[in-house]
C-alpha cells in the first residue's frame, strides 16, 4: 500500500521528554533526529523532571538499629536543554551541530534522618555534563545517509556523604565531600539512516563511543579527627569513562496522516564506577573499599508510540517508554531502577515552517535497593516522576 507523504511536522515522531529519569546517569537520550530532518532545520527545547523518590533505611550497625526509618522524597527536580541546527549545504552533503546534556544527577536527603544526614546537613549530589556533537553526512540519493563527527563532552560534580549509611564512628565516611572540577574531553559518533519519503519511512542506527575524562578532585574527609591526617584531604586525580552507546530509531506511516514510531536505546554501563583515591583509601579502613558511583548492568530502553497529524496546524502522539535501570542494588545517590512510561503530545504549527511541540510523561519508577561499600542501607519502592517537555522548531 502506497501512502500519501505525511508532513515532517508531525511530532518529529517523539515527544521531546523521550528519556529523562532513565537507567545510570542517563537523561538525555542523545537523539540526533534534528540532524536526519529534510533541508535546513533548526530546534530548541527544554525538558523538566519532577520525581518524587521515598523510601525506609536498613541501616544497622553495633551502635544503633535504623532499619525503618523513614526517608522523604530525596530526588531534586531539574531541567536540561537541547538545541540543534542542520543545514543541508549541497544535494549530497548535509552539516549539522547538537548540543545536549546527556548525563547527570540531581540528589538531596533530608538532614534531619541519622542514616543520611548528620550536623544539619543531608547526603546529596550534583552531576553535570554538556556534550556539543558535529556532524558530517552523505547522501548518495534520497534513500540513504551516511555520518559521522566529533563529540566534545564536559563533567564536573559535587557530591557530599552524610549520616549512618556511611559507617559509623570513629570509622565512617559521613563527612566526606568531593567537587570535581569541569573537565573536557572529545569522542566521535558515526551512523547511518534508510528512509522512503513515500511512506514516511525511516530508520536510524547511531554509535557513540566511550568518553574518558581525568579529571581535577578536592576530597575532604573527617578522619584526621581521629589521627589520620593523610586521610583528611587532598587534591587528586579521578578517571571516570562516560559510556559507549547505540540508539536506534525507527518510523513508519501506517494509514493516511498516521505513523508508528520506536526507540530503543543500549548503554554500556556494566562495569561503570568512579573511585576516587581518597575515598578509595579511607573506605579500605571498614574492610570493603567503596566507589563513589558504580554499575553492574548495561541499560535497555524502548520507546513505542503513534502520531497523527489532524490538519495542517495540529498533531499529536502517545507512547510507552521502558526503562531496564543499570542493576540492583544501586548507589544511594540514585537510588531506582528502571521505569514504564506513558506520554501524551502536542505540536501545532502556526506556519508551515516553524511549530510548537508540548509533552507530558508519568513514569512509575522501578523499587530499588540502595547500597555503600556493598552493604545495603535502603528500600526505596512505589515511586514516581512526571516528565514535561516543550520544543520549537524552525524550517529555513
Known sequence: MKLKPISTAILLATLPTTAVFAGGLDRSGQSIQAFLQPGNYAEAGIS?????????????????????????????????????????????????????QPYGADAQYNASTQSFGSN?????VEVKTQNLT??????????????????????????????????APPVTLSGYNIKIDQEEAYGWLAGFAYQIPAIALKAAVTYRSEISHNAKAHEETSLG???????????????????????????????????????????????????????????????????LIDYSNDQWSANIGVGHKFNDKWSASTSVGWDSGAGNPVTTLGPTEGYWSLGLGAQYSPAANYFI????????????????????????????????????????
Open 48 to 100: 523538566v523532571l519532577d520525581p518524587d523518590v521515598k523510601g525506609k533505611s536498613t541501616v544497622r550497625n553495633q551502635q544503633l538499629d535504623l532499619a525503618g526509618e523513614k526517608v522523604s522524597d530525596m530526588a531534586e527536580d531539574y531541567y536540561f536543554i537541547n538545541t540543534a541546527i542542520k543545514v543541508q549545504a549541497t544535494d549530497k552533503i548535509s552539516l549539522g551541530l547538537i548540543y545536549d
Open 120 to 124: 544539619g546537613e543531608g547526603t546529596s
Open 134 to 167: 558535529a556532524l558530517i553526512g552523505y547522501q548518495p540519493n534520497e534513500n540513504w545517509n551516511f555520518y559521522a563527527g566529533p563529540v566534545w563532552q564536559t563533567v564536573e560534580a559535587d557530591i557530599k556523604l552524610r549520616g549512618n549509611a556511611y559507617g
Open 225 to 291: 579527627n581521629i589521627g589520620l591526617a593523610h586521610l583528611s584531604n587532598r587534591v587528586s586525580s579521578v578517571e571516570a569513562i562516560t559510556p559507549q552507546s547505540v540508539n536506534l530509531d525507527f518510523q513508519t506511516g501506517i494509514a493516511k496522516d498516521t505513523l508508528a514510531f520506536a526507540n530503543i536505546r543500549w548503554v554500556h554501563w556494566d562495569q561503570f564506577a568512579v573511585t576516587p583515591s581518597l575515598l578509595a583509601e579511607a573506605s579500605s579502613l571498614k574492610g570493603n573499599k567503596q566507589n
Open 357 to 396: 511541540q508540548a509533552g507530558v510523561k508519568h513514569l512509575w519508577l522501578g523499587d530499588a535497593t540502595a547500597q555503600t561499600g556493598g552493604n545495603p542501607v535502603g528500600e526505596f519502592e512505589d515511586n514516581n516522576a512526571w516528565a514535561y517537555g516543550m520544543k520549537i522548531g524552525y524550517r529555513f
